[in-house]
């Protein structure tokens, strides 16, 4: 990867000027705004954070199953390969404009305030819900030590907690966000660690390579395994944009971003592919244990059936605190993310003007509590009635990380035909992406066609239209958002002349 660390004097200066943006109705002076808090350390493990989940700890053996440990590899290896693709594309707008809003910034800037309107709308109800399921999934992992305590006791307690960090200061989100990252990261690199030793023979008894080899492994189910599985690894790679969200709160982002994007690939490279690799060496794609994965059986999951082989006692416990340590880290970032991006809509006049107050601590405090609101409303919605109306959230919300991905890859395409318009060097650029222009448009095709591959699953299971259509609906949705704000509003798009390449408030 390209990165100049020298940037111009023109992005200095445009860095400088938004170090404290004008926020019109902060608590404290009208220059005081988001404060610059977040150091090198938090950045980096913000974007690691956001890749590790349960979709690695517990979800990855359904993933064997299905594909083989050969399809699995190929499949979370071509998406991890997408997603370091999206995250060069984000880091080099990121780097040269590091504002609050990130991509929902960057729409309104490059394409058109219509489509900045829809992506920040967009990509704020989709963590605002996934806040919710999150609260619902602290409470079943809870209930593995307290299986007699009220779900709602846990859930209420652990709301508490996310709200309490994100009310803080941007600085204390991310010292827990480095903190919960350090512990997955950890239990990672043991995991990797033991593999290894069992593979070779140090523990236990080595099943060498015989597990790629029975049956129909290493790839099982064809091309229709690794496509099966390439929509799961999708899905478990989400998060890992949470670094642009954090670009406007980041201390010298010039320099801190791009040295967080750089280490992101080799970092999915060894977490994502090199667990795949140990599991497939380890348990045998037929182990009907791995069918059983689901990210509410931590008996199951293939860490702690490795753990187990590897002698480790309390294997089921050390991997449920891990676990529950992934879903305070998702609900934290949740939290984070979605106020900031609710404060940026509302800074740019595409959400309620008083969302912009910021509290004595510089955090988006209206925001905060609009948002905390809205994931409390959404996880009440799982206990009343047969929790339909919950399922609907996040059927409408399952899709947006890919309409933000495929956003972001547009946004750069547009950024980058600014630059020339305008007669900007790419030497101005902090930190630049190595693949441009191909880097983009392989990304934003395999974001599309990821999305459109979520109809496959339906069709060959032979579902009804319905069944079909109802993943897709958060497609219309947006797209309404989108044109809804254009007939409104009648703001025409944006021409690569006219981007705002410098000043903070767009309107």
Known sequence: MQGNTNSGSAVAATQASQAQPDTGSGSGSKDEGLRRSLRQRHLTMIAIGGAIGTGLFVASGATIAQAGPGGALVAYGAIGIMVWLIMQSLGEMAAYLPVAGSFGEYGTRFVSPSFGFAIGWNYWFNWAITVAAELVAAALVMKYWFPNTPSIVWSALFLAILFIIN?????????????????????????????????????????????????????????????????????????????????????????????????????????????????????????????????????????????????????????????????????????????????????????????????????????????????????????????????????????????????????????????KAQGHSLDELPYRSRFFPAGAVVALLACIAIIIGQAYEPITSGASIGGVLMPYIGVPVFFALWWGHKLVTHAPSVTPETADLGTHNVH
């Open 167 to 419: 009310a803080l200061s941007a600085r204390a989100y991310g010292e827990s966000e480095f903190w919960f990252a350090a512990i997955k990261v950890a239990a990672v690199v043991v995991f990797l660690v033991l593999g290894i030793a069992m593979i070779v023979g140090i523990i236990g008894d080595s099943p060498g390579a015989t597990n790629w080899t029975k049956g129909q492994a290493p790839f099982v189910g064809g091309y229709k395994g690794i496509l099966l599985v390439l929509l799961v690894a999708g899905y478990s790679f989400q998060g890992t944009e949470l670094i642009g969200t954090a670009a406007g709160e980041a201390a010298d982002p010039g320099r801190s971003i791009p040295r967080a994007i750089r280490t992101i690939f080799w970092r999915i490279l060894l977490f994502y592919i090199g667990a795949i690799a140990v599991i497939g060496f380890l348990i045998p794609y037929t182990d009907p244990s791995l069918l059983s994965s689901s990210e509410t059986n931590i008996a199951v999951s293939p860490f702690t059936l490795v753990f187990k082989k590897a002698g480790i006692l309390g294997a089921a416990t050390l991997m449920n605190a891990v676990i529950l340590t992934s879903v305070l880290s998702a609900g934290t970032s949740g939290l984070y993310a979605s106020t900031r991006m609710l404060f940026a809509l509302a800074e740019n006049g595409q959400a309620p003007k008083f969302l912009m107050k910021l509290s004595k601590h510089q955090v988006p405090f209206n925001a905060l509590v609009a948002t905390t609101l809205v994931g409390l409303a959404g996880f009440i919605t799982s206990l009343v009635g047969d929790g339909k109306a919950y399922e609907f959230l996040l059927t409408v919300s399952a899709l947006a990380g890919f309409i933000t991905w495929a956003g972001i890859s547009w946004c750069h395409w547009k950024f980058r035909m600014a630059l």
